[in-house]
């Protein structure tokens, strides 16, 4: 017997919430046991997305023991199903036809965990019911380390503080299909915004070529400062996570408890979210970005190229620790904090600028730019008057079979408020400032644009 | 206008009117695990028996109260029966058909509520768009259901009429094969035990996650009483009744273990019934045959009964391969 423990039947529900929570992420989880505490741990598949639950083993449990083995003296792990361990642990109805229905029946959960040469790996879970009925599970494990990822709380020094239960209602408010949420703050009018919009297109019609947004809608939520319990935010930054990602947390954090806590860098840098009860502690690390990630992000084409689609989204620092729980680290080991990959050549790279709840148009950027360095800020002349001479190629229906490497579908998003902006018709100007991405503030006013079909080499 | 000597038509064998297809329905879809099923008409109820491969047989009665009204002519037996045993017509229709005809009631509403909601793309995650429990469709009344076999050979007929729109549906009767029942041997029990249908449905909702295959039934005299295992995919698992002794209401056990394992998913086609059952009564005879009898309370129509037996997997220890089903006797299990 390497561990075992008891749960009584409000464990068991908590348990079960967070497995489904976790369930949201991905398939399996990474079950740790020390002496003082049991954590389930999880990656998504795309590795954006870690969750972490510690259980305290003195409050949460009704009985806790850790013996260890040979070959597990400290430290416990294992990798499980998490579908097999949601089954186990699920609620059970019972009760005598005539009292309520609803009246769960588990009167005790005893776990225990068995392993070494010569015996089977099993986890054995023994529920008794109340009404007498006993039902014994015994799942099979594989022996796999944890991954852990790393966040660095020095490095994080925006954050702010609210209660998930006010959150979660915000987030009805939005409606169906979307997948990004910007985050951002004005410290002029004290106010924290919730932007829910999507990227996703489709094609017009049947024949048509072109593709354009599926919703075109962006959703902003005001919130106020004083709503928070503590905001530090930097002012105009703008930080965009998932919807569905943010939601399971919310979910979850509402059953839990009060407060949600966050804490954040800059956009492509992780963020963490967190809250907790009574011997319990969430904690998750989401992959965040900046905003022209979010526009390639959601590529309708499966076809994109893996390698850029893999590179282009964020993943987080990972690490095997052993002996060290990461997330609670004391010691961050900066020397150690790999510089995750930059959200590379896939879009263009582009200052910060504040999203607009309006719609741009702007084609996507051709296949060769996949591998090119990105271009410098032009981007930043989000115009619709791109001089191109005669070619005036983007307005015709762009012909997917020309591409070259079958990657990326050109898009067009209409913008219902159309003014040209006189300021970015001097394209020009911008041409020669290769590499510098100007904080230039008349960003401020480029309220449509259209970001280049070509590259900068083959215009004029 | 000459007046054709038309022969008076012979009142139907059968026929029945129903103001609730609801428990109809439910009692049909405990069964619902082939494609087609027998239907034998009797002056007490119609009785319906769906067989699968020969190791699961379900029978759902339509006991004669459910209806409103319920006549039926059927030939009279000779004195003499030299002839089969039952004059009762016999015959085989679809099952699923019938099942969706029954459900026919209310399938309007549902409709319009799908197009109502497809218009709006838009709508936001407040205003959800549930199911109306109070539907007719889900009540299964608001109108008349009228069921009839006229002779033998004719389709079977349900009329449906509601608001004013009148449906008909004749099934195809197809001659029945001889059914082999699955034997029985009440004489010759190995174990009783009556308990509440939802025990035994929570017992298998343990199990099923882990994906078994083969389920094993255990009742002995002494504890755990009784157990039900499997071993899955993914796992074991196992539900008993060692603590539960009063769960119980009958309990007999004649010799001091009874184990068969039967394949899990016949076992889990009659998870249906014990939904609707309140008790069950599990039987096993000396050759390992299990029979499960669901006794189901229909609101004003007293007790409808579900009778399912299933054959085991032949025990291949020692030499021996029992064969389950060398009874040359059928003997119809006799009701609690």
Same mark, same amino acid.
């Given at each position: 017997m390497v561990v075992n423990f008891t749960l009584n039947e409000e464990g068991v529900a908590v348990f079960h919430d967070a497995l489904a929570c976790m369930f949201k992420f991905s398939d399996e989880v990474c079950l740790e046991t020390k002496k003082d505490k049991l954590t389930l741990t999880t990656l998504n598949l795309s590795k954006s997305a870690y969750i972490c639950f510690t259980f305290a083993a003195n409050r949460f449990f009704s009985r806790y023991n850790f013996e260890g083995n040979a070959q597990y003296r400290d430290r416990f792990f294992c990798q499980l199903h998490i579908r097999s361990l949601m089954s186990v642990f699920r609620a059970r109805q019972g009760g005598e036809s005539g009292r309520d229905s609803r009246e769960t029946t588990i009167e005790r959960c005893d776990v225990a965990i068995d392993d070494g040469p010569g015996k089977k790996s099993r986890l054995v879970a023994r529920i008794n019911c109340r009404n007498g009925i006993t039902a014994e599970h015994s799942l099979s494990f594989e022996p796999m380390a944890p991954t852990h990822a790393k966040f660095d709380k020095t490095e994080a020094v925006n954050h702010w503080t609210i209660s998930s239960r006010t959150l979660r209602q915000l987030m009805d408010h939005f409606g169906p299909g979307i997948d990004l949420l910007d985050i951002n703050t004005d410290d002029e009018t004290r106010l924290v915004n919730f932007t829910c919009f999507t990227e996703k297109v489709q094609k017009r019609s049947a024949n048509?070529?072109?593709?354009?947004?599926?919703?075109?809608?962006?959703?902003?939520?005001?919130?106020?400062?004083?709503?928070?319990? /503590?905001? !530090?935010?930097?002012?105009?930054?703008?930080?965009?996570? %998932?919807?569905?990602?943010?939601?399971?947390?919310? &979910?979850?954090?509402?059953?839990? #408890?009060? !407060?949600?806590?966050? #804490?954040? %860098?800059n956009p492509g840098r992780p963020m963490k979210l967190s809250y907790s009860s009574e011997g319990i502690l969430c904690e998750y690390i989401l992959m965040t970005i900046g905003q022209d990630d979010a526009i390639s992000q959601k590529h309708k084409n499966p076809r994109v190229n893996s390698v850029a689609a893999r590179a282009a989204r964020p993943e987080l620092d990972s690490a095997s620790r052993r002996g060290s729980s990461v997330v609670n680290a004391s010691r961050n080991d900066l020397s150690q904090a790999q510089e995750l990959p930059r959200v590379p050549q896939l879009q263009r790279k582009t200052a910060l600028r504040p999203r607009h709840s309006q719609f741009d148009i702007r084609p996507q950027p051709i296949p060769q730019q996949i591998m090119a360095p990105p271009p410098?800020?032009?981007?930043? #002349?989000? %115009?619709?008057?791109?001089?191109?001479?005669? /070619?005036?190629? &983007?307005? !015709?229906?762009?012909?997917?079979?020309? !591409?070259? /490497?079958?990657?990326?579908?050109?898009?067009l998003e209409w913008n219902s408020n159309y003014e040209p902006n006189p300021s970015t018709l001097r394209i020009n100007s911008y041409l020669n400032q290769a590499g510098e991405p100007p904080e230039n503030p008349t960003s401020e006013?480029?309220?449509s644009g259209l970001e280049p079909t070509q590259r900068l080499s083959e215009v004029s | 206008m000459a007046s054709s000597a038309s022969p008076v038509p012979a009142p139907p064998l059968f026929r029945a009117v129903a103001s609730s297809t609801r428990p109809l329905y439910q009692l049909l879809k405990s069964i619902g695990f082939t494609n087609k099923v027998h239907v034998d008409i009797t002056d007490n109820g119609l009785r319906f028996m769906a067989d699968h491969a020969r190791v699961m047989q379900g029978v759902a009665h339509w006991n004669k109260n459910l209806f409103t009204s319920y006549t039926t002519n059927l030939p009279q037996p000779?004195?003499?029966?030299?002839?089969?045993?039952s004059a009762t017509p016999t015959f085989q229709i679809s099952l699923p058909a019938l099942l969706e005809t029954l459900q026919i009631f209310g399938a309007v509403d549902a409709a319009t509520r799908q197009a109502k909601a497809d218009i709006d793309p838009y709508r936001s995650n407040l205003r959800n768009y549930r199911p109306d429990a109070f539907s007719n469709q889900t009540l299964g009344m608001?109108?008349?259901?009228?069921?009839?076999?006229?002779?033998?050979?004719?389709?079977?007929?349900?009329?449906?009429?509601?608001?004013?729109?009148?449906?008909?549906?004749?099934?195809?009767?197809?001659?029945?094969e001889e059914p082999e029942l699955i034997p029985f041997d009440v004489n010759d029990l190995s174990f009783k035990i009556i308990t509440q249908a939802r025990w035994l449905l929570d017992a298998l909702a343990e199990i099923g996650p882990t994906g078994p295959e083969k389920l094993t039934i255990?009742?002995?005299?002494?504890?755990?009483?009784?157990? @039900?295992?499997?071993?899955?995919?993914?796992?074991?698992?196992?539900? $008993?009744?060692?603590?539960?002794?009063? @769960?119980?209401?009958?309990?007999?056990?004649?010799?001091?273990r009874w184990v068969q394992s039967f394949k899990f998913d016949i076992i889990k086609s009659a998870m249906e019934a014990m939904r609707i059952a309140s008790k069950v009564s599990m039987r096993g005879d000396r050759q390992g045959v299990l029979s499960m009898q669901f006794m189901v309370e229909v609101e004003g129509a007293g007790l409808s009964f579900l009778d399912f037996r299933?054959?085991?997997?032949?025990?291949? $220890?020692?030499?021996?391969?029992?064969?389950?089903?060398? $009874?040359? $006797?059928?003997?119809?299990?006799?009701?609690?």
């Open positions: 048509a070529n072109e593709a354009v947004l599926k919703k075109p809608l962006h959703t902003n939520i005001a919130v106020e400062m004083d709503e928070f319990d /503590d905001v !530090e935010v930097e002012d105009k930054l703008h930080i965009i996570i %998932s919807v569905k990602d943010f939601r399971a947390v919310l &979910q979850h954090a509402q059953i839990i #408890s009060g !407060e949600l806590a966050t #804490s954040y %860098s410098p800020a032009t981007a930043r #002349s989000d %115009s619709l008057f791109v001089p191109q001479g005669d /070619d005036d190629h &983007q307005w !015709e229906p762009i012909n997917p079979d020309e !591409e070259d /490497d079958g990657g990326v579908n050109d898009r006013r480029l309220l | 000779e004195e003499e029966d030299e002839e089969d045993e608001s109108g008349t259901c009228s069921l009839s076999h006229s002779q033998e050979g004719a389709p079977f007929s349900i009329v449906l009429e509601e608001a004013g729109v009148k449906t008909t549906c004749n099934l195809i009767t197809y001659i029945a255990a009742a002995s005299r002494k504890a755990p009483y009784l157990k @039900l295992s499997s071993v899955g995919a993914l796992g074991s698992s196992s539900v $008993d009744f060692a603590k539960g002794r009063d @769960l119980l209401e009958t309990f007999a056990v004649r010799d001091a299933f054959v085991p997997y032949a025990e291949r $220890d020692d030499d021996e391969e029992e064969e389950e089903e060398d $009874d040359g $006797d059928e003997r119809e299990g006799e009701e609690l």
